[in-house]
């Protein structure tokens, strides 16, 4: 007879899904396609140029996010004295996203930085974003992450919330104080 835990049956890995199987193939063609871009470019117009233009890019993305980050913050204010939530969109974040993109070195992402910068380019994403996003909630199966908004619902049969206290003990067991007495087996 042993006693202790029993080994699990062994189990099939799960599939990679197909973001997970082909997105470092993505960013390794992306770091290529940058660095062959800035390699002609400093062939054509001179490395001084290339470098001027990545501490360009680096400038102006640091400016757009903190402009951005000012302007998600103010209306967070505004909502909050207001008493309610912030209005949805705003296109804040995809404004950070394109400063961001602009601060990475490489005239690729610089590009789809100063794209997100435009106003209909931020609306047609932030439309496609939720419809996709949408429609990945919908057809997740229970268990997945697009669940759990769902499942953290259905603790209770009702939907509702139940409110607790935390009692402390006062019988002189502390959390670095020893139980005394036999402990229960550890088995589930």
Do not use: C
């Not at 007879?1 to 189990?11: D, E, L």
């Not at 400063?99 to 794209?115: C, E, F, R, T, Y």
């Amino acid at each position: 007879m042993t006693t202790g835990a029993q080994i699990p049956p062994q189990t099939t890995r799960p599939r990679r899904s197909r973001l997970g199987r082909y997105l470092p193939l993505g960013l390794a063609a992306w770091l290529v396609l940058e660095i062959w871009l800035l390699t002609v470019v400093a062939g054509a117009a001179g490395g001084m140029t290339v470098f001027l233009l990545l501490v360009a890019g680096f400038v102006a993305g640091a400016v757009v996010i903190k402009r951005a980050g000012r302007r998600a913050f103010q209306s967070l204010n505004e909502a909050i004295q207001r008493g309610g939530s912030p209005e949805r969109g705003g296109g804040n974040g995809l404004m950070m996203l394109g400063g961001l993109l602009l601060m990475i070195p490489g005239l690729v992402s610089d590009a789809l930085g100063l794209l997100l910068l435009l106003p209909p380019v931020q609306k047609a994403v932030s439309r496609l974003t939720e419809r996709t996003l949408d429609r990945k909630l919908r057809a997740a199966a229970p268990g997945t992450l697009g669940d759990a908004f769902q499942q953290a619902r259905i603790h209770r049969p009702d939907g509702r919330v139940v409110q607790g206290e935390v009692i402390i003990r006062n019988d002189g067991q502390g959390p670095g104080d020893e139980p005394t007495g036999e402990r229960p087996p550890l088995t589930r």
